[in-house]
Nanobody
C-alpha cells in the first residue's frame, strides 16, 4: 500500500519561509519521479515542482521559480519543498505526488501523470 504523508505546512508572514516534507512508503521510491502540486480555494490543482527519480532533473512552475527548491533523499524516501519569499498567492493546500511507473521520461507538469497523492498540508500566507 502506497502512502505519501506531507508535513511542514503552517501560517507564515509574507517574505517568510517554510519547508514541506513528504515521506513515502510502499513504492520503489528511488526509481519514480515525484512532484508537488497545490490547490487554492475555488481553483484547480496546479503544478508547483517536480524532481526526477535520481534528483538530477528538477522542474518548477514560473510562479515559484527562483523562490522554491525541490529536493529528495532516496535513502530516506523523502522529498522536500523549500519555500522562500512566500507571498499571499502561495496560500493553498500543498500535495505530494508520486508516479507509479519507474524511470518515466516525459512531462511532469500534469496531475494525470501521477498515480499516488498525499492528503495535503495547508500553507497560509496572510496578505
Amino acid at each position: 500500500q502506497v502512502q505519501l504523508v506531507e508535513s511542514g505546512g503552517g501560517l507564515v508572514q509574507a517574505g517568510g519561509s517554510l519547508r514541506l516534507s513528504c515521506a513515502a512508503s510502499g513504492l520503489p521510491f528511488s526509481s519514480v519521479n515525484m512532484g508537488w502540486f497545490r490547490q487554492a480555494p475555488g481553483k484547480e490543482r496546479e503544478f508547483v515542482a517536480a524532481i526526477s527519480w535520481g534528483g538530477g532533473r528538477t522542474y518548477y512552475s514560473d510562479s515559484v521559480k527562483g523562490r522554491f527548491t525541490i529536493s529528495r533523499d532516496n535513502a530516506k524516501n523523502t522529498v522536500c519543498l523549500k519555500m522562500n519569499n512566500l507571498k499571499p498567492e502561495d496560500t493553498a493546500v500543498y500535495y505530494c505526488a508520486a508516479q507509479k511507473k519507474s524511470y518515466y521520461i516525459g512531462p511532469l507538469y500534469y496531475t494525470e501523470k501521477y498515480d499516488y497523492w498525499g492528503q495535503g498540508t495547508q500553507v497560509t500566507v496572510p496578505s
